[in-house]
């Protein structure tokens, strides 16, 4: 079977400046006209900017170890090579004029002459021209793994009752390797009588109990069984990365906050807490704004200082959250700051939250994992439903690519939070709205 070439579009390298290694044991290839398109986003000063400027770097890395149009050899059995326009034949279903129009163009020859090509764009529009002329395509956010088919963190099942008695008496069940994925959750019923909740741990290859949780978690507790889920994983130390997903009311922001404050200020495991979100609506950068840091990013955080405000108050009584809340202000303990300007920064001994995610970019991402130092437990919560970023959808963000990137390590846990507990209208209005 002759191997497959996969042909890049501009919009797949803006968005995956890594997207070239995502093709194992198979061709890459990426027309002039491309590189063309990424030279000329090279000056922008946006993610965009710097993503083009990041791929035209690599390749112009990759020239020197031979000649890219011959093809050179790079890790996974990748061969990667750039086209140039063949002006031999007249073979041009499509006018030149307009960019996308001259990828499939490259597709199309390729195709004619017997190359078994897949065209890979993230623009819908150039893949229905595609498979128009008979041109086998890929939406690149399906190479990633999408979002309809995501891991849910969780399973139920249905045993005897007698395999719910064992595991209380002897307070684990045996499993075989590959029955479950690491830090999978899974809820055990037998005909409603009877259930028990429990963890696979892979190391032990072993469900065992959820962490006796003996009083509230600075006054909140638990309220159905994914919240259990959910907070057991924010405790357990040895899980350095945890993902929640869940609409409006899920309760996953405030079970990060909750979580956090106990961990920094009560058990002192951590040195402070870091809550950042994507600025959306002011463009990604608050430096044009007046005023310090701390008043610029005010309004954007007000969610998270609502959250904050009503632990405290649970957690001091009624009439002194508000000395609780100062003290946490005050103590130094608690960083609010915009994802920007956490990369280029080491992180150690943290508890980060990055809430509202799926704002994010799979690069940006990284950058912001990357950068947790030696003792720093990272929480990514959001929504991929609910995209603000004109440039990601529930497919190609951040929270997704995390998910299906990331299950199955150990150090790792991940929950999709489906039951809303604010009211009865926040439920209703997550549903049909």
């Known amino acids: 079977m002759s191997r497959k070439t996969f042909l890049l579009d501009t919009n ?90 001259k990828v499939l163009n490259y597709a199309y020859k390729l195709k004619a002459k017997g190359v078994p090509v897949v065209l890979v764009t993230r623009d819908f529009i150039t893949r229905v021209k595609a498979q128009s002329l008979g041109i086998e395509t890929q939406d690149y956010a399906m190479v990633q793994g999408g979002y309809d088919n995501l891991y849910p963190g969780y399973r139920n099942i249905e045993v005897p009752k007698s395999h719910i008695d064992l595991f209380y008496k002897n307070g684990t069940i045996e499993m075989k390797e590959g029955d479950y994925l ?42 159905n069984v994914e919240q259990r889920c959910a907070i057991d994983m924010l405790l357990r130390d040895d899980i350095k990365l945890v993902t929640m997903i869940g609409q409006a009311g899920t309760g996953k922001t405030m079970m990060a906050l909750a979580c956090g404050l106990r961990k920094v200020f009560d058990e002192d495991l951590y040195s402070r807490i870091l809550v950042s979100r994507p600025i959306m609506p002011l463009g990604k950068d608050i430096g044009y704004l007046p005023g310090s840091k701390e008043e610029k990013l005010y309004h954007w955080m007000q969610p998270i200082y609502d959250n904050l405000e009503y632990l405290c108050e649970s957690t001091s009584g009624e009439g002194n959250g508000s000395e609780t809340l100062k003290f946490v202000r005050e103590s130094g303990k608690l960083e609010l700051e915009a994802v920007t300007y956490i990369r280029g920064r080491t992180l150690p001994r943290m508890w980060i939250i990055i809430d509202e995610a799926q704002n994010l970019t799979p690069h940006e991402v990284k950058t912001v994992i990357s950068r947790a130092g030696k003792g720093t437990k990272v929480i990514l919560t959001g929504d991929p439903s609910q995209i603000d970023n004109p440039y990601l959808d529930k497919d190609n963000n951040a929270l997704t690519y995390v998910v299906n990137k990331f299950k199955n390590e150990p150090i790792y846990g991940h929950i999709i939070l489906e039951r809303t507990e604010r009211s009865e209208l926040s439920a209703l209005a997550a549903k049909i709205l």
């Open 12 to 101: 797949v390298l803006l968005h995956d400046p890594a997207a070239i290694h995502s093709f194992e044991d198979s061709d890459v290839a990426i027309p002039v006209s491309v590189l063309e398109e990424l030279s000329s986003k090279k000056h922008l000063t946006t993610e965009l900017g710097k993503n083009a400027r990041s791929v035209v770097r690599y390749i112009d890395g990759l020239a020197s170890q031979g000649h890219l149009h011959k093809g050179v050899s790079i890790e996974k059995g990748i061969d990667f090579k750039t086209l140039v326009e063949d002006h031999s034949d007249d073979i041009r279903p499509l006018s030149p004029e307009w960019q996308r129009h």
């Open 182 to 223: 690491a830090n999978e959750y899974c809820v055990m019923s037998a005909d409603k009588q009877s259930s028990a909740v429990c963890r696979y741990n892979a190391k032990q290859k072993h469900l065992e109990p959820l962490l006796n949780i003996k009083r509230d978690i600075w006054g909140i507790h638990p309220l």
